[in-house]
C-alpha cells in the first residue's frame, strides 16, 4: 500500500531552537514533494517544494533523499507563531495519473 | 493576493438529503482540487479537474460524489444521498499546473450530517 508516514509528536519546543522533521513514502515512482502547515481547523498552506538539490527559505530547508525515500524539514530559530501541524505531501503516478498523498502531519508546539 | 474562496463555511444536512459546496478556485488556474479532512484524520484526495473533465479522481470518489465547473468562476461538489460517514471538512484548491505543483487550498466548508 502506498503511504506516506511522519511522525505525529507532538514536538515540544522552547522558542530558537532547531527542530527536524522527517517524512517516509513507499511509492519509489513519486514525482513532487512539498511541505504544508495547518493550523487548528484551518487548510493547509503551502511552506515549500522540496527539490532533489535541497531548497532553503529563510529558516526552513528541505531535503529530498530519493535513494532512502525520505523528506525532512528543518525549522531555525523557532517561533511561537510556528506551531502548527506540517504535513509532508507527495504526488506519484497511479495508472497515468498524478494523485496527491497527504502524511497524517507532525505537531510542533514551540513554548516561550 | 488572490486566494481560493469556498461557501458556505458550514453546512449542516440530514442523512440522505443533497448537498452543493462551492469554490471559487484562483482566477488564471487551471487546475482544480476537492479534499476531505474527517477530523482527527489526514487529508484525502478525492478529484482533480482540467478543461471542463475530471482528471484523476480516488477510490472515494464513488458515484455518490460529482463536480461541475457550472461558470468561469465556480467550481462545485455535489455529494448525493449523504451518509453520517460523509461528515468532515472538505476544502478546493487550485493551481496553475499539475498536482505535482504548488496548490493554494481554500478555507474549507465543515460538513455536518445528521
Known amino acids: 500500500r502506498k503511504e506516506v508516514e511522519q511522525d505525529p509528536g507532538p514536538f515540544n519546543v522552547p522558542e530558537g531552537a532547531t527542530v527536524a522533521f522527517n517524512c517516509t513514502y513507499s511509492?519509489?515512482?513519486?514525482?513532487?514533494f512539498f511541505w504544508y502547515r495547518q493550523d487548528c481547523r484551518k487548510e493547509p498552506k503551502l511552506l515549500m517544494s522540496?527539490?532533489?538539490s535541497g531548497n532553503e527559505d529563510g529558516r526552513f530547508t528541505a531535503q529530498l533523499n530519493r535513494a532512502s525515500q525520505y523528506i525532512s524539514l528543518l525549522i531555525r530559530d523557532s517561533k511561537l507563531s510556528d506551531s502548527a501541524t506540517y504535513l509532508c505531501v507527495v504526488t506519484s503516478v497511479s495508472g497515468g495519473s498524478y494523485i496527491p498523498t497527504f502524511g497524517r502531519g507532525t505537531s510542533l508546539i514551540v513554548h516561550p | 493576493e488572490p486566494e481560493v474562496t469556498q461557501t458556505p463555511s458550514h453546512q449542516v444536512t440530514q442523512m440522505g438529503q443533497e448537498v452543493i459546496l462551492r469554490c471559487v478556485p484562483i482566477s488564471n488556474h487551471l487546475y482544480f482540487y476537492w479534499y476531505r479532512q474527517i477530523l482527527g484524520q489526514k487529508v484525502e484526495f478525492l478529484v482533480s479537474f482540467y478543461n471542463n473533465e475530471i482528471s484523476e479522481k480516488s477510490e472515494i470518489f464513488d458515484d455518490q460524489f460529482s463536480v461541475e465547473r457550472p461558470d468561469g468562476s465556480n467550481f462545485t461538489l455535489k455529494i448525493r444521498s449523504t451518509k453520517l460517514e460523509d461528515s468532515a471538512m472538505y476544502f478546493c484548491a487550485s493551481s496553475g499546473e499539475r498536482s505535482h505543483y504548488e496548490q493554494y487550498f481554500g478555507p474549507g466548508t465543515r460538513l455536518t450530517v445528521t
Open positions: 511509492n519509489s515512482a513519486s514525482q513532487s
Open positions: 522540496v527539490y532533489s
